[in-house]
């Protein structure tokens, strides 16, 4: 029988802004290293030094369980954040966002699309014909949360992306959350650039097509990023998406393929 599981969350903030967040699912003898290795990650930030660590430990019955499969990963060759983002607009196309869908959805994310005009929490979720934007808090948005890689996963993962210079946090966790959300009802596309200012690399997500990364996705030096979940609204109950996002418990345990570098021009 596999062992019980927990599911483990850091959240790091820092007067009183978000600064910090991480997550992993992992059984109970594993916990306290997991524990101690979070907060080192919370106190030795980038952007400063948390002066709030929350620490959440939850036990996840073994029937609630779900395992899946992450999206193949490729790289898209980009000159600069200007060339990045009309070609993630092509692509959020081509996997079936409306033009004006992707246009909007990229507009917000420039800037900033909490109503303070800084990074949201979470993700915003787009009708992907119209453009508008369905999470009920602005602010906060949808936080996908309790995925994790099962171990094998994290070890075969972490030598492919090793092959192609790949292997960090930032790919690795967005690999893994970008897995949830085209598991989700509903879900079309996910589009992605972080709100680290060193890291101008963000991504789109398409079922069909994989995990498209871009090196460049927004000027270095820009603190705001986001994410946009672009989802088909006919028959879509928007409650249970933001429901399965946030609490259903996914265990990654099949990994896909890391690509080279294409050049989506040629
Ligand atoms: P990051 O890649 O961690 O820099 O996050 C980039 C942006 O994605 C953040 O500014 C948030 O808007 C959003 N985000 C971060 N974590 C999550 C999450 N767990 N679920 C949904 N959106 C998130």
Same mark, same amino acid.
């Given at each position: 029988m596999e062992k019980p599981l927990y599911s483990i969350r850091m959240h790091g903030s820092l007067v009183g802004g978000h600064l910090s967040g991480a997550e992993r699912l992992a059984p109970a003898e594993d916990l306290e290293a997991l524990a101690a290795s979070l907060v080192r990650r919370a106190l030795g930030h980038q952007r400063g030094r948390a002066d709030r660590i929350r620490l959440t430990l939850e036990a996840v019955p073994a029937a609630a369980v779900r395992t899946g499969c992450l999206p193949e990963l490729t790289t898209v060759r980009v000159a600069d954040y200007r060339q990045g983002r009309d070609l993630a607009r092509r692509l959020l196309i081509q996997g079936g966002v409306s033009a004006v869908a992707a246009e909007t959805a990229m507009a917000w994310i420039v800037r900033?699309?909490?109503? /303070? %005009?800084r990074s949201m929490r979470g993700a915003m979720l787009v009708d992907?014909?119209?453009?508008?934007r369905l999470e009920p808090d602005q602010a906060r948005g949808v936080r996908v949360s309790r995925m994790d890689l099962a171990p094998a996963a994290e070890k075969v993962l972490r030598q492919r992306l090793a092959e192609r210079g790949l292997d960090n946090d930032h790919v690795r966790e967005a690999l893994v959350l970008a897995a949830k959300v085209l598991s989700g009802?509903?879900?079309?596309a996910e589009l992605c650039w972080s709100d680290d200012p060193r890291y101008t690399a963000g991504y789109v997500a398409l079922p069909e097509l994989g995990y498209r990364r871009f090196a460049h996705l927004k000027p270095a030096g820009d603190e705001r990023g986001g994410r946009a979940f672009f989802v088909r609204? /006919? %028959?879509?109950d928007v409650n249970d998406l933001i429901q399965y996002l946030e609490t259903a418990v996914l265990l990654i345990t099949e990994v896909g393929r890391v690509n080279g570098e294409i050049d989506m021009e040629a």
């Open positions: 900033g699309a909490a109503p /303070d %005009g992907a014909v119209s453009g508008e009802p509903g879900v079309l609204r /006919d %028959g879509l």
